[in-house]
């Protein structure tokens, strides 16, 4: 398998939370929460949880061929919470946290997992592609929105408005995201489909997803098609530009992008 990857920080000057990389057979994408005060509660920080947990899992996926995504991520996660709970209040609600996009090879199949808002795309030898997202945030997010944009950034209501949607994550009728708790990892959302299935797939993290989900800048399809034909750093491009243009607070943006689908 050959990956492509691009991962670019909001702006210059501004820690990347985002984190990306890959093994033989395997991706990873992870896409840090920045909540303000996080530095607070922990003295790492959100770039660092991100790396950490995404070193982990490169980790267990080089060497861990026979156990299923979600506990190797599970295992992941506890890992990385035990490097800071001795310095860090890691059940705080504004501790570090993050989305997670895994891709593998393993026995003639594609397996995949997203666990949080980003998004894993395979891309069909149909030219069909299947788009895999964990929609729970987003829809919870949804419902605070307007309360959130009435509000006065900053004030008391502003802050109450924000534990209120933080305090649905990790938990049933919530949802989920990589934290303290590693059983939030079998809340994912995993599949598999047959290597032979899929010419490409890619790992995106919600920043670089805004060239589809937010400005509707071209659909999935089109989407891979700019990333065969300029690769991820393109798709990052276009995004930066759309911010520019609409007058939108950038985001970390990376992108996975596999290609070559054959097992080590």
């Known amino acids: 398998m050959r990956v492509t990857m691009t991962s670019a920080a909001a702006r210059t000057g501004h820690a990347n939370e985002d984190f990306t990389g890959a093994v033989p057979t395997a991706a990873v994408l992870i896409d840090g929460a920045g909540i303000p005060g996080t530095a607070s509660i922990c003295r790492h920080g959100v770039a660092w949880y991100a790396a950490r947990l995404g070193g982990r899992l490169l980790d267990l996926l080089s060497r861990v061929r026979d156990r299923a995504l979600p506990a190797l991520l599970a295992e992941a996660i506890e890992q990385v919470t035990d490097?800071?709970?001795?310095?860090?209040?890691?059940?705080?609600?504004?501790?570090?946290?993050?989305?997670?996009?895994?891709?593998?090879?393993?026995?003639?199949?594609?397996?995949?997992?997203?666990?949080?808002?980003?998004?894993?795309?395979?891309?069909?030898?149909?030219?069909?592609?299947?788009?895999?997202?964990?929609?729970?945030?987003?829809?919870?997010?949804?419902?605070?929105?307007?309360?959130?944009?009435?509000?006065?950034?900053?004030?008391?209501?502003?802050?109450?408005?924000?534990?209120?949607?933080?305090?649905?994550?990790?938990?049933?009728?919530?949802?989920?995201?990589?934290?303290?708790?590693?059983?939030?990892?079998?809340?994912?959302?995993?599949?598999?489909?047959?290597?032979?299935?899929?010419?490409?797939?890619a790992l995106l993290s919600n920043g670089a997803s805004r060239i589809v989900d937010r400005f509707r800048l071209t659909d999935w399809p089109g989407a891979l098609a700019v990333l065969t034909a300029g690769g991820p750093a393109e798709i990052i491009r276009r995004v930066r530009l759309a911010e520019a243009d609409h007058a939108v607070t950038p985001d970390d943006a990376s992108i996975a992008h596999c290609t070559d689908l054959n097992e080590a």
């Open 83 to 201: 490097d800071h709970r001795d310095t860090c209040d890691v059940a705080d609600p504004i501790s570090p946290s993050a989305a997670v996009a895994i891709l593998r090879l393993s026995g003639g199949l594609v397996e995949h997992l997203v666990l949080g808002d980003a998004f894993v795309v395979l891309d069909g030898a149909d030219g069909t592609p299947l788009v895999v997202s964990d929609p729970r945030e987003v829809i919870i997010s949804r419902s605070y929105q307007p309360a959130l944009e009435a509000a006065a950034q900053g004030s008391d209501e502003y802050h109450r408005l924000l534990r209120a949607l933080r305090a649905n994550r990790n938990r049933p009728g919530g949802f989920w995201v990589a934290k303290d708790d590693p059983q939030a990892a079998y809340e994912a959302i995993t599949g598999a489909c047959p290597i032979s299935d899929l010419t490409s797939a």
